[in-house]
């Protein structure tokens, strides 16, 4: 298994110099990617935090990485497709002592991200995750909310983790967890393997509830609702238990 480890390319800024990365996993969200970072830098503006903003380009076909460029994003490609590829490369890249992870398609309140940050910078918690609340009609359809709540429960019973909603695009965790955490999937199960190894490592698990809005744009969804729950039912069957 691979353990996330650290770039330190020379002109990066080191780990010590920044209090938070945000990181981004970006597929094709010309039209959401620049809100998103601009309501991250207010938060970032707002708490008066040392930050940087990672947009992590996952093979986009569309100007995405121009309009992140253009709001001030740093901006990494990670060219092999998998929301977990993306996000383990951002993990990488990123310098801060916590790090958020958070989709960009405006679907997440990123200007209110304290109930995320704070227990991670005071310590109180390793790994904080989101529960998912829905704000508006729409946001997340009664299928997709079932078989997030199934899976879940299935997660709880397997890793022995109160954690009720393994599967919420916005979490967060420390600089020093990542170096613990042997990560290694490539798609959406993703999600469910940063839980069950912080499970494994004994990691302190946060949760706070999150605002769950719907996309503003039509667009066709990048979920594969048998697809990705499979992944995740494979993998809470299969994997994630080994002790070394």
Do not use: W
């Amino acid at each position: 298994m691979e353990t996330v480890k650290r770039d330190k390319r020379s002109g990066e800024s080191s780990q010590t110099d920044l209090e938070l990365s945000i990181v981004m996993p970006c597929l094709d969200e010309e039209k959401t990617v620049g809100h998103s970072i601009d309501e991250a830098k207010k938060f970032i503006e707002k708490n008066d935090i040392k930050a940087e903003i990672i947009v992590v380009d996952n093979a986009c076909t569309d100007n995405s990485k121009t309009v992140a460029i253009e709001h001030g994003a740093k901006v990494i490609t990670e060219e092999r497709p998998g929301y977990g590829r993306a996000i383990r490369k951002g993990l990488k890249c990123a310098q801060g002592k916590v790090i958020i992870i958070c989709d960009c398609d405006m679907t997440y309140d990123l200007y209110h991200l304290e109930d995320i940050y704070e227990p991670l910078r005071y310590k109180e918690h390793d790994m904080m995750i989101g529960i998912r609340r829905p704000s508006q009609r729409g946001a997340a359809s009664l299928s997709h909310r079932f078989g997030a709540a199934f899976l879940s429960l299935l997660g709880r019973i397997r890793y022995h983790v109160d954690v009720k909603d393994f599967h919420c695009g916005l979490r967060g965790l420390t600089y020093e967890s990542i170096k613990r955490l042997r990560l290694r999937t490539k798609g959406m199960e993703f999600a469910t393997e940063m839980i069950a190894e912080a499970s494994r490592r004994n990691l302190r698990i946060g949760q706070a509830e999150v605002d769950l809005r719907r996309c503003q744009y039509k667009r066709q969804s990048k979920l594969r609702a048998v697809r990705d729950g499979l992944r995740h039912l494979v993998y809470i069957l299969f994997f994630g238990m080994n002790t070394v």
